[in-house]
């Protein structure tokens, strides 16, 4: 596929995609004779998992760790396994933080729905 499908089936910028690809991040794309990448199907799930990872916090080194372990035929499941689940640990931690600051937003959304009915303003 080309990187405009491949722009439009994941949300990321041609210039983030051709980051990810010069920083080893994107493999297995092939250029065409006229000079065009190529990119493969898993492209997209590859693409999609780096933006998702990255918004969660992950550097580039630990994003390589993982894609690395995720992509090799042969690796030490044991290390591949502790890997995933530090990472996993890190991905719970984040989620409990966001829940956290979730339930304060909650709290204040509702003290100030409550004052805007107490004045009787109208609800957002």
Avoid: W
Avoid at 20 to 34: A, F, K, P, Q
């Amino acid at each position: 596929m080309r990187i405009a499908e491949l722009e439009s089936r994941t949300g990321l910028g041609r210039h983030a995609l051709r980051f990810y690809e010069r920083e080893g991040l994107l493999v297995g794309i092939c250029r065409g004779s006229n000079n065009y990448r190529d990119y493969p199907e898993s492209a997209v799930k590859d693409a999609i998992l780096l933006q998702q990872l990255q918004s969660l916090g992950f550097s580039l080194l630990e994003i390589r760790e993982v894609l690395d372990a995720m992509r090799a035929s042969s690796i030490d499941c044991a290390q591949g396994a502790r890997l995933m689940a530090e990472k996993r640990t890190a991905v719970e931690a984040q989620i409990a933080n966001l829940r956290k600051v979730s339930k304060v937003l909650m709290r204040e959304q509702q003290r100030l729905e409550d004052r805007a009915a107490r004045q009787n303003l109208p609800k957002p």
